[in-house]
């Protein structure tokens, strides 16, 4: 099965790639390997949900946004390389996570964007990870989400 009938099955869209806020691209290739640049949880241009987590936003809805990022991620992926279905293996994710002082679950509102490429990628999406607690994002986004994928050359 493609990747474009699994996410079709999953009852999952690719959206269109984000703007940037800043001074950057969505992503980049160096031969085999697609760099996102970090994606913020945007459902149609806008972020749903800001604050910290463990703070004014719960784990539970911290990890829906990760995989919001994740799926953002792919998206920013697919659009340097043509099709999403010319990715064959997720190689890293890092995600970042606004916390409360007090909040130390961030692998696991890190697990929402990891479980999401596993969903899409089969054992292709199974990946190194790092998972940070930060004091701030860009917009008072509570995760943000980057990956490296390799690519058919």
């Excluded at 799926?71 to 996570?97: C, E, M, P």
């Amino acid at each position: 099965m493609s990747t474009t009938e699994r996410l079709a099955e999953l009852g999952l869209t690719l959206p269109p790639v984000a703007a940037p806020v800043a001074s950057y691209v969505p992503a980049v290739r160096d031969g085999d390997l697609v760099f996102t640049s970090g994606q913020l949880p945007f459902v149609d241009g806008k972020l749903a949900v800001t604050g910290k987590v463990g703070g004014s936003v719960d784990a539970d809805t911290a990890q829906q946004l990760a995989a919001t990022c994740a799926l953002n991620a792919i998206a920013a992926a697919a659009s340097v390389i043509g099709s999403v279905d010319d990715i064959v293996q997720v190689v890293k994710v890092v995600g970042f996570v606004a916390s409360d002082p007090s909040f130390t679950g961030q692998p696991g509102v890190i697990n929402g964007a990891s479980d999401l490429l596993r969903e899409v990628f089969g054992d292709a999406g199974q990946h190194a990870r790092s998972a940070v607690g930060v004091a701030v994002l860009p917009l008072d986004s509570p995760v943000e989400v980057e990956i490296v994928v390799r690519v058919r050359s």
